[in-house]
């Protein structure tokens, strides 16, 4: 019981994050900025898929980036409670907003179940592959993360090797989009690819455990 006491306590933050952070704002532009794309050429799936796993970058800087964050965890881990629920608590609070980011992006662009289910696994991916790199790197590696999203993640990776001169960040990113939570993945998710969506809860479930190795990490340091 105590752990599922924990990970409410965690996900009770998200309200208060939104009222006293930039993080209701920042998610709104996303989904305006979205939407306008959209409707001068972007396809509507990758609409989609963008605001999950954008809106669940966002929303990993804003429940684990930033210096208060980082200080309330330090407070968090005085008292008795598990890394493990703390990293599965953060993860919903940071997933739920995206959610509903996806379904707001979706009702406006098109309305298709499969398009939202796509874009909803796709912010649990992200999210929790952010979550494990933001908590030890701060706002930095979400930055990163969401401009690699953004720029590349929805190109397949044999598209950036074919390119003329490959170099070595080619390459590299070509090596993450290939193994990593990318949106050229997770479009197959919208016509019922089950290889796609087992991709995306495993590395929902990767992230999440990487993430409480990082809190039990910082535990051990403060102790």
């Known amino acids: 019981m105590r752990f599922f006491h924990c990970v409410l306590a965690e996900c009770a933050l998200v309200a208060p994050r939104f009222a006293r952070t930039r993080l209701g704002i920042g998610l709104l532009t996303l989904g305006v ?30 429940v684990a980036g930033s210096d208060n964050e980082r200080r309330a965890l330090t407070i968090a881990l005085s008292h008795p409670t598990i890394p493990l629920a703390i990293a599965t608590g953060r993860w919903i609070a940071l997933v739920a907003p995206a959610a509903v980011l996806v379904v707001a992006v979706t009702a406006a662009v098109a309305w298709t179940p499969e398009f939202a289910l796509a874009g ?35 190109i397949a990776p044999e598209r950036l090797v074919a390119l003329a ?59």
Not at 190 to 204: E, P
């Open 33 to 62: 900025v979205l939407v306008w794309l959209c409707a001068r050429g972007l396809d509507s799936l990758t609409t989609v898929l963008l605001a999950g796993s954008l809106g669940a970058i966002l929303g990993a800087a804003g």
């Open 120 to 154: 909803i696994l796709a912010a649990a991916a992200v999210g929790s592959c952010a979550l494990a790199l933001v908590l030890p790197l701060g706002h930095g590696a979400a930055l990163g993360l969401f401009l690699l999203m953004a720029l590349a993640g929805s």
């Open 165 to 223: 001169h490959p170099g070595l960040v080619q390459l590299v990113a070509a090596s993450a989009l290939e193994l990593g939570p990318a949106l050229w993945h997770y479009r197959d998710i919208a016509t019922g690819a089950w290889g796609a969506v087992a991709h995306s809860l495993a590395w929902s479930g990767l992230g999440i455990l990487l993430a409480s190795a990082v809190i039990a990490r910082r535990r051990v340091l403060h102790s």
